[in-house]
């Protein structure tokens, strides 16, 4: 890989809120792969093998999303599925995990004794809650002996190693690098900037001072007052307290948190409502998407986007055809200047079941899934059915309308593999000049990389979501609670005018925080990053790697 100046570089989190709260995000829920006419195909198999061995039986956890075309069959039951059982080293039954109800799904499974043998999962305090359990098998002689391929994953990448590795010094996980890191990112429309005699806003004043204009000068032209500047809502809310670094952080070697950072971020929300340049009704907007709804029909003129790609600025297109979009970072302020949320460049997927009653077969299954042959085969689909070898001999997509049926669901499928072409060139992204506005597109992608791909404006949180530890069960409880309750406070000052001031909402959080017992999980944590600080991988750490890739 490049490094990271050549590659194109890099909730409401109050004080220690988020990094648990919340949720897992990012990579969990990939997008299908480009879609692609042709007869349909089921994948080819592969070349015969000599003499083989005895086959293992196996149970496999996979993902459920609910997107699998009723001719394909089921997410268990498909031509993918097949093909797996059909090429790897043992008979696999997939046992299907809702993708958003996975914990309860686990849960029923583990207490009836049907747990499977191989259990893939995103979320990190599931797999540490297994783990506490003593539910997981140590991983590092079974991958010695019977996973080529992992080992030479690890020889490669031995950060993998490290974070697999739970406080009893065995390795518990498998994971994956991640070629790409940009997840959320601030968007802007530059046409109303150029219309207004606008730059892009750098500081606090001139953000509130560009979304004032986009509410009151009619940036649209089209003589009505229907347009507004920022959305509080979702992701636009944890955007301003990145901005304000409103979390823990790292002071003279401790983990410390800062009131002055959270009251000058709800200061600042505040501020935008009282201006008039938020949705007045963003409070009931909890997932961002009537602000996502705004910005591509062209009623909002900043906004924070999650996984955008050149759809995004299609369906913009579609109803403003003169528009035109850039990213922008968040500006900096008196305690730094801060991205929002990354995908997780490095990220542990896989365990396998203390129970099972063939781990070797596990093992040998799970370093055929991770294999570069059989990834290529999931994610590309059937030679000259889904896929061609272009010029430089990469596999570049065909038959976009085939592909989104026959390929589109089964991603789950590799989740485990690091997709990083062997032939280097074939991982340098391919514009596809028959897909609308991909060229444009591509050109702000490598601009949003270049802004928040950068170790200089780092990643505003101790480190990504996945690689925090747990909180013991009770601390837990705490954290959520102080969570919610903090944001409903914060919430009621930001909407009330004078009727309810900063000063009163930060004298009742303090009283909050006290009443529930917050102060503990910020112990907790503290002594966590004393103890583990050099072996923990943090933010710098993020930086250190997408640095050397």
Known sequence: MEKLGDYRKKSTLLAVVTL????????????????????AVSPTKAGASAAPEKRGKIKMSLYDRGNTPAAEGSITNNRWTKWINENGPADVEFVAVPRFESKQKFNTLFASGEAPDVINEFETGYRDQLYSQKQLLPLDDLVKQYAPNYTA???????????GTKPDGKMYEMGRVIPSSVQVAVFIRTDW??????????????LLKVAKAFTEQDPDGNGKKDTYGYSLAYLGDEAIDAMHGNTMFIKDDKLVEDEARMKAAVSFKKRLFDEGVVDRDY?????????????????????????????????????NKEATIAPMLMPKTEFGQYTIRMLNPLQMTTVVYAGSKDPAAAMKEMDFMLAEKTWKTLKFGTENVHWKNDELGCPRAINPDLRKIEIGYNTDLYMSATTIDSKEICNIPVVNKEI????????????????????????????HLEHMPTLPADLLKINNDWTQQSKDLIAKTVVS???????????????LKQKIGQNQTLDWYAKWYEQNKKNAFLTKDIYQFLAKK
């Open 20 to 39: 648990l709260a919340a949720g897992t995000v990012a990579a969990g829920c990939s997008k299908p792969q480009e879609k692609s006419s042709g007869a």
């Open 497 to 511: 005018g004078g009727s309810y001031t900063v000063d009163q909402a930060m004298n009742d959080l303090k009283s």
């Open 283 to 319: 409070l009931t907007d909890k997932n961002g998407e009537k602000a996502k709804k705004d910005f591509l029909s062209g009623k909002l003129g900043i906004y924070v986007a999650d996984n955008a790609n050149v759809d995004f600025l299609t369906t913009l297109r579609s109803t």
């Open 193 to 206: 900037l150029k219309k207004l005699s606008l730059p892009i806003p750098q500081t606090p004043d001139e």
């Open 436 to 463: 609308p506005n991909a060229e444009e597109w591509s050109k702000i992608k490598n601009e949003t990389r270049d802004l928040y791909e950068n170790p200089a404006v780092p990643l505003y949180t101790l480190t």
């Open 153 to 163: 994953m690890l020889e490669k990448y031995p950060i993998l190693r490290k974070i």
